[in-house]
C-alpha cells in the first residue's frame, strides 16, 4: 500500500524558515513526480511545488509564482524522499500542506492531478 508521510510543519514567525519532508512507501518513487499542494481555511487546495524526473537521480523542478525566491523543493533517498525548504516565510503561507505524488509524467497545476496523497503537516506563520 502506498503511504506518503509528511514531517516538519509547526509554528514559526514571519521571515522565519521551515523545512517539509515527505517519504514515499509502497513502491519506488524514483522515477515518480512529486511535490507539494497547500490549503489555507475557506480556500482551494492549491499547487507549491513539484519535481519531475528525467533521467537517473536528475529532476527538474517547479515552484508557483507566489512562493518563487522563498521555497525550493528536492528529491533525496534516492527519489524516494521529497522536501520543501521554506525561507522567508509570511502569514499568508499558514496552511496545511499536502505531499502529493504521480507515477509518471509531471504534476500539473492541479489538486485533481496527483495520483497519491499524504495526510497534511500544519504551518502556521504568526506575524
Known amino acids: 500500500q502506498v503511504q506518503l508521510v509528511e514531517s516538519g510543519g509547526g509554528l514559526v514567525q514571519a521571515g522565519g524558515s521551515l523545512r517539509l519532508s515527505c517519504a514515499a512507501s509502497?513502491?519506488?518513487?524514483?522515477?515518480?513526480?512529486m511535490g507539494w499542494f497547500r490549503q489555507a481555511p475557506g480556500k482551494e487546495r492549491e499547487f507549491v511545488a513539484a519535481?519531475?524526473?528525467?533521467?537517473?537521480?536528475?529532476?527538474?523542478?517547479d515552484v508557483a509564482d507566489s512562493v518563487k525566491g522563498r521555497f525550493t523543493t528536492s528529491r533525496g533517498n534516492a527519489g524516494n524522499t521529497v522536501h520543501l525548504q521554506m525561507n522567508s516565510l509570511k502569514p499568508e503561507d499558514t496552511a496545511v500542506y499536502f505531499c502529493?505524488?504521480?507515477?509518471?509524467?509531471?504534476?500539473?497545476?492541479?489538486?485533481?492531478?496527483?495520483?497519491?496523497w499524504g495526510q497534511g503537516t500544519q504551518v502556521n506563520v504568526s506575524s
Open positions: 502529493a505524488a504521480k507515477r509518471s509524467g509531471s504534476i500539473q497545476n492541479s489538486p485533481q492531478d496527483p495520483d497519491y
Open positions: 519535481t519531475r524526473w528525467i533521467g537517473p537521480s536528475i529532476y527538474l523542478t
Open positions: 509502497g513502491r519506488t518513487f524514483s522515477s515518480a513526480a
